[in-house]
């Protein structure tokens, strides 16, 4: 029996619950096809300042490290906001010191849910793309990185700078990740203006002969922020800087009916096969797009389906685990084709499932 260590961290407001959600879901997984999942917990965000005083512990990295996977909630939240150090330094600690530098977000419209997008049904429909956003790089991390005073006044500074083996890795998951599926790669830079994105923009072409069968195309930011509403279904996988990830794939996320939907995984290598095809197993942290939703917390409305889909990109980049991954991804498709609809795509006033009625759906739908 294989044994595969996951550090749970479920943060702060509904994290802890809907992470519990996709716990009770990994057991039904190693239960039919005989794994061992072992879990170890951690406070972080505002859960860890208001028991230690940091959002993240030393001991955390150092157990985050260890472990095969990280399953995470969300951190942050109304209480927090004064904080000396906010809730949300955990999770740019953690993508740092683990080298996380490959974040996967794909936006998907659930056939049948395009009517709970707020955008026009026929735009939407069909919708399934992958925005893959640097995140160890670029104007989140780039020094210089300060505030200071001076006799003009108050000053700030912000960095964004790549190196060249920095966008060649990321630009590669997106090759890759675009081959596996209709090959098609949109690189977005704002290279009219910025010269990081000059430098992105040379080593995406280069890099595109090692990839002729992948049609690359490149695209500034902010027309780009416009067609992705607007004709989302053009886009297969996109690739782009840490800040302009951050945006868009908000933006995206729109398209889909619900945040809540949407899972994220965030790599520490290349995902695919290795040289014997077999599936690589990577170092990643997993958790929904949503956030900590502090308003509606034990209530019963948060929707589990993000963070259960982000358990089945855990199973399938760092287990390796692609059957059972296909088996909970097919089992959420079941259960949203059969109309079940939890509180934030529930018709207005209407009837729905409550977290755990929602999960426990699913569950069927995989023990089965
Ligand atoms: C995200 C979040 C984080 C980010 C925050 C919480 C630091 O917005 O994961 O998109 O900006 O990266
Ligand atoms: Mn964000």
Not at 278 to 296: N, V
Request: glycine share 10%; charged share 25%; net charge neutral.
């Amino acid at each position: 029996m294989a044994t595969f260590d996951v550090l749970v961290l479920g943060g702060d407001g509904i994290g802890p619950e809907v992470v519990a959600s996709s716990q009770r879901v990994l057991e039904v997984v190693a239960n039919k096809w005989k794994h061992n999942f072992r879990y170890s917990t951690d406070l972080v965000g505002g859960s860890a300042i208001d028991a230690y005083g940091t959002p993240l512990r030393a001991e955390t990295i150092a157990t985050a490290k260890k472990a095969n996977a990280i399953l995470f909630g969300a951190v942050g939240g109304p209480k927090w906001d004064n904080a000396t150090v906010r809730p949300e330094a955990a999770i740019l600690g953690i993508r740092k010191a683990l080298g996380l530098y490959a974040n996967l977000r794909p936006v998907k419209v659930f056939p049948g849910m395009e009517e709970s997008s707020p955008l026009k049904n026929d735009r939407v429909r069909g919708a399934d793309l992958v925005i893959i956003r640097e995140l160890t790089g670029g104007l989140y991390y780039g020094k210089p990185k300060k505030r200071w005073t001076t006799k003009e006044g108050r000053k700030g500074v912000d960095t964004m700078l790549y190196t060249e083996k920095e966008v060649e890795r990321i630009m590669r998951v997106g090759f890759e990740l675009a081959r596996s599926r209709r090959k098609k790669l949109t690189s977005v830079d704002k290279a009219n203006v910025l010269e990081s994105s000059r430098m992105w923009r040379e080593v995406a072409t280069e890099l595109g002969k090692e990839y002729p069968d992948v049609e690359l195309e490149h695209q500034l930011v902010d027309s780009c922020a416009m067609l992705l509403i607007t004709q989302p279904t053009r886009y297969d996988v996109m690739v782009m800087e840490n800040t302009f990830g951050d945006i868009l794939s908000d933006e995206g996320a729109v398209l889909s009916a619900s945040l809540g939907m949407l899972p994220s995984a965030s790599l520490a290598g290349l995902p695919g096969l290795d040289s014997k095809g077999k599936a690589r197993k990577i170092r990643g942290l997993y958790e929904p797009s949503h956030g900590t939703a502090p308003d509606i917390v034990g209530t019963g409305k948060a929707n589990p389906i993000g963070t259960i889909l982000s358990a089945a990109f855990m199973l399938q980049y760092s287990f390796g685990l692609t059957e059972e991954a296909n088996a909970i991804n097919a089992a959420v498709d079941a259960v949203i084709s059969a109309g079940h609809r939890t509180a934030d795509i529930a018709e207005r006033g209407g009837e729905f499932s409550t977290t755990d009625h929602m999960t426990d759906l699913i569950i069927e739908q995989i023990a089965n």
